[in-house]
Structure formats: C-alpha cells, structure tokens
C-alpha cells in the first residue's frame, strides 16, 4: 500500500483523476478528515472537500505508472 496526497481544483481534475483510476486493477481509496471513498466514484469525490488536499491511498504493488499519469495533482 502506497500513501500520496493530490488536489483536485474543480470538475476538469476531477473528470481526468477518475479517467486513470478506473483503468486500475486494484483499489484506490480518497481520505480526507474521517471520510473515505473510493476513488472510482465521481460522486463520492465530490462529497470530499476539494478545497483541501486529499489523501490518496493506492491498494497495489507497483504503483509508479499510476502515480507519473497523476503528477499532476500531487502535493508536497
């Protein structure tokens, strides 16, 4: 299990992260406060704050090509 944060800024971000997650075979989890949702659902996305960074936590052994397709949205 790997751990990253991201930001996802509005519709457009949101649209794209769920476009290379669903290609995924294993899970992936948003966390945020004491919410989790799966990071396959577009509206469980938008139950999370995105104002705020969004922990990401990727269920698979080799997460690097995932991880280079959403550089874009990570933080820190």
């Given at each position: 299990?790997r ?8 519709i ?65």
């Amino acid at each position: 299990m790997r751990e990253v944060k991201i930001v996802l800024k509005g519709i457009e971000d949101v649209r794209n992260f769920v476009k290379e997650v669903i290609m995924l075979e294993y899970e992936v989890d948003l966390i945020q406060g004491r919410y989790v949702v799966d990071a396959k659902s577009v509206m469980g996305i938008f139950s999370l704050d995105l104002l705020s960074p969004i922990t990401v936590q990727i269920h698979g052994e080799s997460c690097d090509a995932f991880l280079e397709k959403i550089r874009g949205f990570l933080v820190g």
